[in-house]
C-alpha cells in the first residue's frame, strides 16, 4: 500500500510569491492534515479537512488555505510569502479523524523562501 | 502557547541503555496521547499512542507511562540501539484531529 505522497519534496521561492503544495492521501483515507514544522516552532496544525470540507483550522494567517478534491487528494495554497514561511510543510490521511484515528505522515515539502 | 511540554531537548544513551522520555499538558479535556518517531528527512511515524484510561502501554522496547492526576506522561526506550536514533515527539489531541505536538527530544544511541 503506497504512503502518503507529496509533492515537490523541495521548493525555492522569493517573497510576495505564492506556492501551491500537494498532497495524495493512502488510498482509502478520507481525512487530510496539514502541519508546519519548523526548528523554532515545532509541527503545528494548519487545517484538517475531510469529504472536500475543512473541519478545523489553526492558528495561521488568512495566506495559508487549502483544499480538498473529491478523491481526497489535497492541496495548499501560501500567498505572498515572508521569509517566516520557510518550513517543513508535512501533509498526513488518515480514515477519519474523529476518532483520532493514527495519522500517517508524508516525508514533506521543504519550502525556502528567499 | 505550547501546549504540551516535552523534555530533555536531547538525550545521548549508549547502547543497551534506557532512554526517558517526559511531557507535561495542561488542558485536561486532552484524551488521546501519541508519542511519534522522526527521521531525518522523513515525517514523523506513530510509535505507540495512550488513552487516559490505562497508566501504561507497551509495545516491543517502547514503554509509555501515564499519570493523569499529575498530567504528565513519558516513553521509555528500553536496550537503545543505534537504530533508534532519531527525534521523538509526544503529542495530545482532545478528541478532535488537531495534535498538539510537544517541541521533540533528539535521541543519539551510541554503539
Known amino acids: 500500500k503506497a504512503g502518503v505522497t507529496q509533492t515537490p519534496r523541495y521548493l525555492i521561492k522569493t517573497r510576495g510569491q505564492q506556492v501551491t503544495l500537494s498532497c495524495s492521501p493512502i488510498s482509502g483515507h478520507r481525512s487530510v492534515s496539514w502541519y508546519q514544522q519548523t526548528p523554532g516552532q515545532g509541527l503545528q496544525f494548519l487545517f484538517e479537512y475531510f469529504s472536500e470540507t475543512q473541519r478545523n483550522k489553526g492558528n495561521f494567517p488568512g495566506r495559508f488555505s487549502g483544499r480538498q478534491f473529491s478523491n481526497s487528494r489535497s492541496e495548499m495554497n501560501v500567498s505572498t510569502l515572508e521569509l517566516g514561511d520557510s518550513a517543513l510543510y508535512l501533509c498526513?490521511?488518515?480514515?477519519?479523524?474523529?476518532?483520532?484515528?493514527?495519522?500517517?505522515f508524508g516525508s514533506g515539502t521543504q519550502l525556502s523562501v528567499l | 502557547q505550547q501546549q504540551v511540554k516535552q523534555s530533555p531537548q536531547s538525550l545521548i544513551v549508549q547502547k543497551g541503555g534506557i532512554s526517558i522520555i517526559n511531557c507535561a499538558y495542561e488542558n485536561t479535556a486532552f484524551d488521546y496521547f501519541p508519542w511519534y518517531q522522526q527521521f531525518p528527512g522523513k515525517g514523523p511515524a506513530l510509535l505507540i499512542a495512550?488513552?487516559?484510561?490505562?497508566s501504561e502501554k507497551k509495545e516491543g522496547r517502547f514503554t509509555i507511562s501515564f499519570n493523569k492526576s499529575a498530567k504528565q506522561f513519558s516513553l521509555h526506550i528500553m536496550d537503545s540501539q543505534p537504530g533508534d536514533s532519531a527525534t521523538y515527539f509526544c503529542a495530545a489531541s482532545r478528541g478532535d484531529y488537531k495534535l498538539s505536538f510537544g517541541a521533540g527530544t533528539t535521541v543519539t544511541v551510541r554503539a
Open positions: 495512550i488513552r487516559p484510561d490505562v
Open positions: 498526513a490521511s488518515s480514515l477519519d479523524q474523529s476518532t483520532n484515528e493514527k495519522l500517517f
